[in-house]
């Protein structure tokens, strides 16, 4: 049974950081992409950045901000995000799928989020 597993949100100033934590369990990250989510109140799920075999990809409004990577060794995902903003409110999820895309359908596995709050 795989199951992904998120922490590290909470509440921040606008400027500054948390790093969230994705850990992974029944199932290899390092053999599949990985792909944070987030979703504010009354908007739809959208990709923020993801990793693959191939490389990475953010969304062009966390670029120069925010960055994933993973470490093998404990089978998880990071997102770390730097300069917050209040616009990046929202709960974030972790998903694993076997292709790296933008579209939440493409993802198999889901975790149950982490809540970010960027206070003004």
């Known amino acids: 049974q795989v199951q992904l597993a998120e922490s590290g949100g909470g509440l921040v100033q606008t400027g500054g950081s948390l790093r969230l934590s994705c850990a992974a369990s029944g199932r290899t990250i390092s053999s599949y992409s990985m792909g944070w989510f987030r979703q504010a109140p009354g908007k739809e799920r959208e990709f923020v950045s993801g990793i693959a075999y191939g490389g990475t990809r953010n969304v062009d409004s966390v670029k120069g901000r925010f960055t994933i990577s993973r470490d093998r060794t404990k089978n998880t995902v990071y997102l770390q995000m730097n300069s917050l903003k209040p616009e990046d409110t929202a709960v974030y999820y972790c998903?694993?799928?076997?292709?790296?895309?933008?579209?939440?359908?493409?993802?198999?596995?889901w975790g149950q989020g982490t809540q970010v709050t960027v206070s003004a």
């Open positions: 998903a694993s799928g076997f292709r790296l895309s933008s579209i939440p359908n493409q993802y198999d596995y």
